[in-house]
């Protein structure tokens, strides 16, 4: 047994010994750090934050109401004496608090929709995924049929049988998204399955519940959250679509879309009601996108030395 | 004139935790028909310094010093000059096939891609120069399989189609990064031997890159020692292997299972993890694994040259 | 020491592969492992050894019934794990454990090194305390090499060396009585190897483990095992006591690998012949029909190609799977 001093690091052991535990460095706060470095991906979460306070609160700071007419000043240019300072529309409501409270409806559009497309599909990918095999064959096959679906058709069906409610648009839409995250997250599931740390657990006995919470869902979360990131602005994309061709939310409500379609009507007499809910739409999709990149970056870092 | 010169070669890398010296200061020449083993642990630089002469570093890397091939300098050169060399007077062969092959090309498009773009040759005769390439590897039935896709073939047959395709310019320099890691021990002797056949045929010069001492023996006449970056031994492979200088070499060599000798001989291992670059230690790198490190060796031990040229860069080195 | 702990008979694993055609798929049946038989003793190493095909993963994954086999028994301590049920199998996993050939991908990367070795206490014994999971995690750190005070730590922030460490140690936690390892060193430095190998040889002394030590290599195993089988195409071809094997091999395919090892010495190594071995391993879709090897042997003859050799008991107590095992004096010309 004297051999035994060959392998190594014996002598350190003593030394360790008194010394505190190290601490370690998990992947995901190496991804944080990744992330801070990421210029476009920081500054896009501010201006987001500040967006999204600006839309929450910006409405109950100004004066106007987003439904009151306001008859001196119809159609009126952006102006400071007016007090409507991002302009009016042909029947006189203020812009910024329409746009503010147009985007209280997109952002939400976004996040509700977002949530049950994340819901339905990493349940239904992850399980498909990791049973395999029938199942596997048979719900992704659920999955191709209701792709197959034209779009536009379904909702337009959807609207004549339930009438036009924001609920079905929420509906609607996350019912088209879960499709895309339930093959990502199948997929996904299927090549972790198959990893030697999930075959070693299952070595050692651990049950199949165990195995998802602990090993599986994880390791999913990375690829889930950049993929919900770039989610949301497609949503909110989608639901703008809708709102343009007249089948989004209804008057005195209204969402980016909305504003961005009427504005478009009186584009050449009144742009400002066309400039101002499109600039406030493309920074918030561009700034996802920035910190969608940032994310798969920080959590997939490929030239990593 | 030597074929390849390479003096005063540094390569950094910019990493979020720092800038890593992959490889400091290293000097080595090669003549035509020279076979250099390149050898280390992980970490040791030796892939990072043929990626550097290749011009094939990562983006967040740098290298200066000079790789003089032929009279001129690789390190200085534009792409597209490179690319004049790169694939015709210098070859290369990467550890594993499925990267260096495109799965969507047939080999045969590959292979007369290059000799088409290097050689001039027309369309007829670069195909049946491939083909006769891939029968001098012994791939079964050449006619047919150049035809298929890469993924028809298996690692061993891919590996050999890799070697085929980096000896089809007939190459000057070749250069082998692990060639043989991923494969079984009988595709393994297989494309040694026939590395060697092709060297003695042509007169190319060869660099192989391997972690495995053992591999080295019958294949090169020169061994390049790397340590965290440093070149700690080079000599000729009688040198080397009968006389080792440096106590990392010696370990190295103790470290390989060898079946000519008794079964119960205990096989001895270097203590400790390979070189992280990021902490090293003061002074000679291989310090704090060396079994015999001492006071010395806090300071940076010079590279000594014996009659010979058997270089090696240790305190102890000599005074065994 | 002599009790026999593992015993396989006539172990197959077959695959089913669907090819093409939504309408009319072809199946193959591919034979992984095809009628494996051999016996384990406590305190024994078997070394398994063959090319990348042969079937040696599969049949490490059987022995632990990690897969169904498609004929034959795995008897462990006298029961077959294929015919017990699930909780029975879920007790029997704390003696059977198994080692992973890449020990990065064998780790999860998002949990600390404490909670990677822990898992099977906490799979086991649910109401342990967690100071106890503490002191065993750290006692089997120190015993396999590690510093207990790093159980905080991710596997990314290890070396390739100490990450086969750590799965080594989720092996020995539970102390289990046979550890599988599944070419725990292939992907690692040669320095390296050496330290896994002799910590592997180490604590199975110190442990009275039975190990089942699976390499691509003969160099590899030579040094910790007792007993070494020889798999070609999913069959043994032989399984000799060390000593034997190295210095005169039954098969003719040992005697290629044998060959195949690249000696680290110039003087010899230029003397070295070619493995004497035709083409490549044929497909194990279609492997060629009688001894499995016929297509590839330097000696074969005609009987070769017409009749499936059987694993035959030599006089000297080894077995070799060749018509010509006795005729054939296959001695390794020098040893050191």
Redesign the interface.
């Known amino acids: 047994m004297t051999k035994t001093t060959d392998t190594p690091a014996i002598d350190p052991f003593e030394a360790a010994l008194g010394i505190s535990d190290d601490k370690g460095r998990s992947p995901w706060e190496d991804a944080w750090h990744r992330l801070l470095k990421n210029r476009a991906a920081v500054y896009s979460a501010y201006i987001m934050a500040f967006m999204i306070m600006l839309v929450l609160l910006g409405p109950l700071l100004i004066s106007w109401e987003s439904d009151f007419t306001d008859w001196d000043h119809t159609s009126s240019p952006p102006s400071l004496q007016s007090g409507h300072w991002f302009g009016t529309d042909s029947v006189g409501r203020d812009i910024l608090v329409r746009t503010l409270e147009g985007g209280r409806i997109s952002l939400l559009v976004g996040l509700v929709a977002t949530i049950v497309s994340l819901l339905i599909g990493v349940s239904y990918g992850a399980t498909a995924g990791y049973f395999g095999g029938r199942a596997d064959r048979i719900m992704m096959r659920v999955v191709d049929i209701i792709y197959a679906l034209p779009f536009l058709f379904f909702i337009i069906l959807l609207m004549v049988v339930f009438g036009r409610h924001i609920l079905l648009i929420f509906v609607a839409i996350g019912a088209i998204n879960w499709l895309d995250m339930a093959r990502i997250v199948r997929g996904q599931t299927l090549s972790l399955k198959n990893t030697e740390f999930i075959e070693a657990a299952r070595a050692c006995g651990v049950g199949d519940w165990a195995i998802i919470r602990r090993h599986i869902v994880p390791n999913l979360l990375g690829v889930v959250m950049v993929y919900v990131t770039l989610t949301i602005p497609q949503v909110i994309l989608i639901e703008s679509f809708l709102s343009f061709l007249g089948l989004g939310v209804q008057e005195p409500m209204s969402s980016w879309g909305a504003l961005v379609s009427d504005g478009a009507q009186d584009m050449e007499s009144a742009p400002w009601t066309l400039i101002v809910p499109s600039v406030f739409l493309t920074a918030t999709l561009y700034c996802f996108n920035f910190i969608g990149d940032g994310l798969r970056d920080a959590l997939d870092p490929k030239d990593h030395f | 004139m030597s074929l390849l010169e390479v003096k005063g070669l540094n390569v950094g890398f910019d990493t979020p935790e720092g800038e890593v010296h992959a490889v400091n200061n290293l000097n080595f020449s090669l003549n035509a028909g020279d076979a250099l083993a390149i050898v280390g642990e992980s970490g040791s630089g030796k892939t990072q310094t043929v990626m550097a002469i290749m011009g094939l570093l990562a983006e967040n890397g740098h290298v200066n010093g000079q790789a003089m091939f032929k009279g001129k300098d690789l390190l200085q050169m534009s792409t597209s000059e490179l690319n004049k060399h790169r694939g015709s007077e210098i070859a290369m062969i990467f550890q594993d096939p499925m990267t260096s092959l495109n799965p969507y090309l047939s080999i045969e498009k590959q292979m007369i891609e290059v000799v088409i773009h290097h050689q001039g040759l027309n369309k007829a005769e670069a195909r049946a120069h491939a083909v006769e390439m891939l029968r001098a590897v012994r791939i079964p039935d050449p006619e047919r399989s150049i035809r298929q896709y890469p993924h028809e073939f298996s690692g061993g047959m891919r590996q050999r189609v890799i070697v085929a395709m980096g000896l089809l310019c007939e190459p000057d320099l070749l250069i082998a990064d692990e060639p043989t890691t991923a494969l079984d021990v009988t595709v393994q002797t297989h494309i040694s031997h026939l590395m060697s056949a092709l060297r003695q045929n042509s007169n190319a010069a060869i660099i192989l890159i391997t972690h495995d001492l053992g591999v080295v023996a019958g294949l090169c006449d020169r061994v390049l020692v790397m340590y965290a970056g440093e070149a700690v031994e080079c000599g000729t492979v009688e040198q080397i292997y009968y006389d080792p200088k440096h106590p990392y070499t010696q370990g190295l060599l103790n470290s390989v299972p060898r079946l000519d000798r008794p079964e119960d001989t205990e096989l001895h291992a270097i203590p400790g993890n390979p070189p992280n670059l990021l902490s090293l230690p003061e002074g000679c790198k291989f310090r704090d694994r060396c079994p015999k490190a001492y006071a010395a060796c806090t300071e940076t031990p010079p590279m000594q040259i014996d009659e010979g040229q058997h270089a090696h860069c240790c305190f102890r080195g000599a005074s065994e | 020491m002599n009790e026999r702990v593992l015993r396989v008979q006539d172990l197959a694993v077959h695959f089913k592969l669907r090819e093409g055609g939504l309408i009319r798929p072809k199946t193959h049946t591919l034979k992984a492992v095809d009628g494996v038989s051999f016996d384990l003793n406590a305190g024994e190493t078997l070394g398994i050894v063959g090319?990348?095909g042969c079937g040696k993963s599969t049949l490490a994954?059987a022995l632990?019934a990690?897969i169904k086999p498609t004929r034959g028994r795995v008897l462990w301590l006298g029961e077959d794990l294929n015919k017990l049920d699930e909780e029975a199998?879920?007790?029997k996993?704390?003696d059977?454990?198994?080692v992973?050939?890449?020990p990065l991908?064998?780790?999860?990367?998002?949990?600390?090194?404490r909670d990677i070795i822990a898992?099977?206490l906490w799979?086991?014994f649910p109401k342990i305390a967690r100071v106890q999971v503490d002191e065993r995690v750290r006692g089997v750190m120190?015993m396999v090499?590690?510093?207990?005070?790093?159980?905080?730590?991710?596997p990314?922030?290890f070396?390739?060396?100490?990450c086969q460490r750590i799965?080594i140690a989720?092996a020995l936690v539970?102390n289990p009585k046979l550890v599988v390892c599944d070419e725990p060193v292939s992907a690692l430095?040669?320095?390296?190897?050496?330290?896994i190998?002799?910590?592997l040889k180490?604590l199975q002394?110190k442990l009275n483990l039975s190990l089942v030590f699976i390499a691509?290599?003969?160099?590899?195993v030579?040094?910790i095992s007792d007993r070494v089988m020889v798999m070609y195409l999913g069959r043994a071809m032989e399984i000799s006591c060390?000593?034997h094997l190295?210095r005169r091999p039954l098969h003719p395919y040992t005697s290629?690998?044998?060959?195949?090892?690249?000696?680290?010495?110039?003087k010899?190594?230029?003397l070295?012949s070619?493995?004497g071995?035709t083409?490549?391993?044929p497909s194990p879709l279609s492997p060629p029909s009688g001894c499995v090897f016929h297509s590839r042997c330097p000696v074969s003859i005609t009987r070769c190609e017409l009749e499936v050799p059987a694993l035959r008991r030599m006089e000297n107590g080894d077995w070799a799977a060749c018509h010509r095992a006795e005729e054939l004096d296959l001695t390794?010309g020098?040893?050191?």
């Open positions: 090319e990348s994954r632990l990690l199998l879920r007790k996993r704390q059977l454990q198994i992973f050939q890449d991908a064998a780790l999860n990367p998002r949990m600390t090194v898992e099977p799979t086991f120190k090499g590690l510093l207990p005070n790093q159980v905080n730590r991710y990314h922030e070396s390739g060396g100490q799965g989720r539970l430095d040669v320095s390296i190897q050496a330290q190998i002799n910590l180490d002394k691509h290599d003969l160099s590899v030579k040094h060390r000593d190295y290629a690998l044998i060959k195949a090892v690249p000696v680290p010495d110039p010899l190594a230029r070295a070619d493995t071995l083409g490549d391993m390794i020098k040893t050191g």
